[in-house]
């Protein structure tokens, strides 16, 4: 009975020591690897800015400040602004203010390539919102923004939370 357990322990061992070696090599190719030690959030949207060719020096600040409720409302009423959704994508699909891009700080630098803002005039002003006032997302995603050109980027502080229990419109993704 011993001789058993102590092959179902090699067969075990073998198995971890694999799947480890595998999911050691799959994550070396990624371009959007995870790390094999913490980094704080900021130190990881750092890396995520340098990886589309943006160097360091942000500020930790947005520049032009938060927006309240009415304003966003009706400015995404009048589709006058680009609004940016910084939740993770399962929030995003599950509900997020009409017409938002989801653009999340984890994976922010593939979120933006995809989405195709990079390319585009840069003037327009731009909203960015997570899922409450204490959501340190949206301003990360709002300073990375102006990092990367854009000039008149707000923050909706309050976040999805209010925007829900104003009984403001809600749109869903597949």
């Known amino acids: 009975m011993h001789e058993g357990l102590r092959e179902d322990g090699l067969r075990l061992a073998v198995m971890v020591v694999g799947s480890v070696a595998i999911g050691a090599i799959i994550n070396a190719v990624r371009t959007d690897s995870v790390p094999w030690r913490y980094e704080p959030k900021a130190q990881r949207m750092s890396r995520e800015l340098a990886r589309i060719g943006v160097e360091e020096g942000g500020t930790g600040e947005v520049a032009t400040g938060t927006i309240e409720l009415g304003e966003f409302a009706g400015m995404v009423r009048e589709r006058s602004v ?6 993770a994508p399962l929030f995003y699909r599950m509900g997020h203010v009409p ?6 700080r984890e994976g922010f630098a593939s979120y933006l390539e995809r989405s195709g803002l990079l390319g585009e005039g840069k003037s327009g002003v731009v909203v960015v919102y997570c899922q409450s006032e204490t959501c340190e997302d949206s301003r990360m995603v709002a300073e990375s923004l102006r990092r990367v050109g854009f000039g008149s980027v707000r923050v909706f502080g309050e976040g999805w939370r209010r925007w829900v229990e104003s009984g403001e419109p809600v749109e869903k993704s597949s």
Do not use: Y
Request: hydrophobic share 60%; no cysteine.
């Open 82 to 87: 680009l609004v940016i959704d910084a939740r």
């Open 99 to 104: 017409g938002a891009i989801n653009l999340p």
